[in-house]
């Protein structure tokens, strides 16, 4: 089974820095989806950024940028410009085709980001 | 906004008693799918719909049931309610739900408490 792991519970930055989020998954496959979802305080999951496992491209949406290194197995997330609604729980997760076309999202245990003004 | 709607936003009951969560997904889209938030387990996948039919199971409980009916809303059944079963319920719907490339967009939960 796959599994997804986000080994910063916490992280915090000054506001206009920079941070990068860390988030490693195991899987035996070959084609898969990787997903950052952002869950402020409404609780409302918002989808940030979304990368291919097959395009080594880094998937970017403005501030936020990803650092997908297959061979490794990780997936970070990079915000650039810290603003204070960045504040939020991010969620990394992990979509593949289950049999018949079903699919799931996995998620890892999420990292809560403070942004100080 | 998702445009994926749930209600209620909020449940509180007892021990014991059973809830019907509801769900109505993005216009167009024909999957459905229902995600458990708790603080000891996290977010958890537990059942997917695709036009009306059961498409994927994950971690539910057989106290929980669900169904998609034809106008494509979904409802999410919790019986013999625990302490455990307190939670953040998800409803998050997609296109076919069978594209790796589709996007689960999330409607804003439903919390429930069960006292």
């Known amino acids: 089974a796959q599994t997804v792991t986000q080994s910063q519970p916490e992280m915090s930055v000054q506001e206009a820095e920079t941070v990068t989020l860390s988030c490693t998954y195991d899987t035996s496959e070959s084609d898969y989806y990787l997903f950052w979802y952002k869950q402020p305080p409404s609780r409302q999951m918002i989808l940030v950024i979304r990368q291919e496992a097959y395009k080594q491209q880094n998937a970017t949406e403005n501030r936020f940028s990803v650092n997908f290194q297959k061979a490794a197995k990780s997936f970070s997330l990079k915000i650039s410009d810290s603003q204070l609604g960045d504040a939020a729980m991010y969620f990394c997760?992990?979509?593949?085709?289950?049999?018949?076309?079903?699919?799931?999202?996995?998620f890892g245990q999420g990292t809560r980001l403070t942004i100080n003004p | 906004d998702s445009g994926v709607t749930q209600t209620p936003k909020h449940l509180i009951t007892a021990t014991g008693q059973r809830v019907t969560l509801r769900c109505s997904p993005r216009s167009g889209d024909l999957s459905v799918y229902w995600y458990q938030q708790s603080l000891d387990q996290g977010l958890q996948f537990l059942i997917q719909?695709?036009?009306?039919?059961?498409?994927a199971k994950g971690n539910i409980l057989e106290r929980f049931s669900a169904q998609q009916f034809p106008d494509l809303h979904s409802e999410l059944n919790l019986s013999s309610l625990e302490l455990g079963d307190s939670a953040l319920y998800f409803c998050a719907s997609s296109v076919a739900g069978s594209e790796l490339q589709e996007t689960q967009y999330f409607g804003p939960g439903t919390r429930l408490l069960v006292l």
């Open positions: 719909y695709y036009n009306g039919e059961e498409r």
């Open positions: 997760a992990y979509r593949s085709e289950e049999n018949q076309g079903a699919q799931k999202l996995v």
